[in-house]
């Protein structure tokens, strides 16, 4: 198994977008995987624009993915022992405008039409 090696640069420069950050947030938060669909309709971002970010996450090692058919679960990822501590930190963000609040709020609503804890539908946006 090939292990990555990221530099420090790498890492926050991924998380320097607030989009990126919204994403790792939310992922923190709720210990979840989320496919792209999912994220498209919490976020209410392009589905372009959503892959381009999960593309730079994946390259700073911060996200890992699997694919399920035609679907593709993205998950925070867990080792080095530092990412657990970034996460910690990035849960504990001061949230001003509800905005990280709200993304939860939304991602909790489109769960609900996960079948069997798994994504069957694209692009519900439950909350428009």
């Not at 657990?84 to 609900?112: C, G, V, W």
């Amino acid at each position: 198994m090939h292990i990555l090696t990221i530099t420090p640069e790498t890492l926050f420069q991924a998380l320097s977008d607030t989009t990126r950050l919204r994403i790792i947030r939310l992922l923190a938060m709720t210990d979840e995987e989320v496919c792209l669909c999912e994220l498209v309709d919490v976020l209410l971002e392009p589905q372009y624009k959503l892959s381009r970010h999960l593309k730079v996450l994946r390259q700073a090692g911060l996200l890992t993915f699997q694919k399920e058919g035609r679907w593709v679960y993205h998950r925070l990822t867990a080792e080095p022992d530092y990412r657990q501590q970034l996460y910690a930190l990035i849960r504990s963000l001061p949230d001003p405008d509800n905005a990280y609040s709200t993304d939860l709020k939304h991602f909790e609503n489109r769960m609900a039409f996960r079948e069997d804890g798994r994504c069957r539908v694209a692009f519900v946006s439950p909350h428009r």
